[in-house]
Nanobody, 114 residues
Framework: QVLLMESGGGLAQPGGSLRLSCVVS?????????MSWYRQAPGKERELVAR????????WYVPAVRGRFIISRDNTKTTVHLQMNDLEPESTAMYYC??????WGQGTQVTVSS
């Protein structure tokens, strides 16, 4: 059974930072698969935020977070991170980690407010 456990969410002020982590278990092909972070804001559809290839090179970001968020991975620890800097109120959402195809964690809430 593939399990994903997100953590690191919370309340941040505009301009602040948070670092999300996603620990994956039961997924033997972790090191050979791209991993993704999605988010879902209230009343909106879930959207892809960032995706990192298996090698960690050439990650993709949605334009709204490009230059502020950094996705990384540690294949030895089957963990994916999302470093979020210069947070904006528009970043408020539930953030989910996804392992292909269709394996999701429970999510971690990020709230950006002064």
């Amino acid at each position: 059974q593939v399990l994903l456990m997100e953590s690191g969410g919370g309340l941040a002020q505009p301009g602040g930072s948070l670092r999300l982590s996603c620990v994956v278990s039961g997924f033997p092909s972790f090191s050979s698969k791209a991993m993704s972070w999605y988010r879902q804001a209230p009343g909106k559809e879930r959207e892809l935020v960032a995706r990192i290839p298996s090698t960690g090179d050439n990650a993709w970001y949605v334009p709204a977070v490009r230059g502020r968020f950094i996705i990384s991975r540690d294949n030895t620890k089957t963990t994916v991170h999302l470093q979020m800097n210069d947070l904006e109120p528009e970043s408020t959402a539930m953030y989910y980690c996804e392992a292909p195809v269709g394996h999701w964690g429970q999510g971690t809430q990020v709230t950006v407010s002064s």
